[in-house]
């Protein structure tokens, strides 16, 4: 099982930005926990982050085809305003689990919504770097599913 983690705009600065909301953790930090918990699960893993729309949509339409079975993201702002990344998402066809760092029900009304979460294979939100875990665990958990289906 090959999982892709794709990160958004802003992310590669937590840790320096917004601390009381984002924490003090880094994207590094975040991608090491990754790294070990998918090896504890058997997993292999790439980790990706742009701050550019285009690379993003450029990333996923990359899995078409490939060997990856899921992708892990946390789209940040993207996730509330980009139809091309969701069109791209929709495109590659593959199961996704959508993150966020923060509780985006407790923050701006434009928040509340993303363009993601409608199709996703589910959504994790407010549980700060572990926001990326329970998410990692949720998507290898929908792969099993689908290959006991197969």
Same mark, same amino acid.
């Given at each position: 099982?090959?999982?892709?983690?794709?990160?958004?705009?802003?992310?590669?600065?937590?840790?320096?930005? #917004?601390?009381?909301?984002?924490?003090?953790?880094?994207?590094?930090?975040?991608?090491?926990?990754?790294? %070990? *918990?998918?090896?504890?699960?058997?997993?292999?893993?790439?980790? +990706? $982050?742009?701050? %550019?729309?285009?690379?993003?949509?450029?990333?996923? $339409? $990359?899995? *078409?085809?490939?060997?990856?079975?899921?992708? *892990?993201?946390?789209?940040?702002?993207?996730? !509330?305003?980009?139809?091309? *990344?969701?069109?791209?998402?929709?495109?590659?066809?593959?199961?996704? /689990? #959508?993150? %966020?760092?923060?509780?985006?029900?407790?923050?701006?009304?434009?928040? !509340?919504?993303?363009?993601?979460?409608?199709?996703?294979?589910? /959504?994790?939100?407010?549980?700060?770097?572990?926001? +990326?875990?329970?998410?990692?665990?949720?998507?290898?958990?929908?792969? !099993?599913?689908?290959?006991?289906?197969?």
């Amino acid at each position: 099982m090959r999982i892709l983690c794709i990160t958004g705009p802003n992310l590669n600065l937590l840790g320096l930005r #917004e601390t009381g909301i984002y924490g003090k953790v880094t994207l590094a930090d975040i991608t090491k926990l990754l790294e %070990h *918990l998918a090896k504890n699960l058997s997993v292999d893993f790439d980790s +990706y $982050q742009s701050n %550019h729309e285009g690379e993003l949509v450029d990333k996923v $339409q $990359q899995c *078409l085809g490939s060997n990856y079975d899921g992708i *892990l993201i946390n789209p940040g702002a993207y996730g !509330h305003t980009s139809i091309a *990344l969701r069109d791209a998402l929709k495109a590659v066809s593959l199961p996704f /689990v #959508e993150v %966020h760092v923060s509780n985006v029900y407790a923050r701006e009304e434009f928040r !509340h919504k993303t363009y993601l979460s409608d199709f996703a294979s589910g /959504v994790v939100i407010g549980f700060g770097p572990n926001s +990326y875990l329970l998410g990692l665990r949720g998507l290898v958990e929908v792969l !099993h599913e689908i290959t006991n289906r197969a």
